[in-house]
DNA sequence: GCCCATTTGTACGTATGTATG
DNA sequence: GCATACATACGTACAAATGGG
């Protein structure tokens, strides 16, 4: 099934790597939408505001756009990694 | 009420092995919350930190493990007395 | 237009864990 | 040992936006 997060690092750190690991090998494909903040709760078993904190950081990472009442997406032209 | 830390050992130790022996005692029981740090500090008139680093002995003894945001846990299986 | 479920976004209180003086 | 501060995380709650019925 899903991954566990058990490294070092702060689990919302672990759970935006992971996240952009899959934008970046394409399972998140360009445009379409991420799972929901609870979706990723339920996948990775953390909290909501977990989740939230990660999908935060991958639009600050201009990976990703908050759609509210929608959800978040993919940018169209995902940016080299820094 | 609750108790008296007045022993020769340090607070942290004598607080650890009060906590010990509630455990052992089944006052804490297996799978339980233990009290927060900051409840702990209240009922030993100790500081946070103190009770801190009690709980942190209790995990070192394989007693008591400690979720991120819930609190600390009585392990479910004790280890016997070493 | 009006409910309702879903989702993002924000906030508050509590708790652990770490670091500094 | 104590006091304080900060970062991280969980649980909960609520507002606002969206879209289907």
Redesign the pocket.
């Known amino acids: 099934m899903g991954f566990d ?1 058990e490294g070092a ?7 935006a790597d992971e996240l952009e690991r899959r934008i970046r090998t394409g399972v998140y494909a360009p445009g379409r ?7 990723l ?1 339920e996948e990775f ?12 950081l991958l ?1 600050e990472r201009g990976l990703a ?8 997406f993919v940018v169209d032209d995902v940016p080299e990694p820094s």
């Open positions: 997060l690092d702060p689990l919302c750190i672990q759970l939408r991420i799972p929901s903040a609870s979706d709760c078993s953390v909290s909501r505001q977990t989740s939230n904190s990660a999908l935060k639009k756009r908050g759609v509210s009442g929608r959800g978040t």
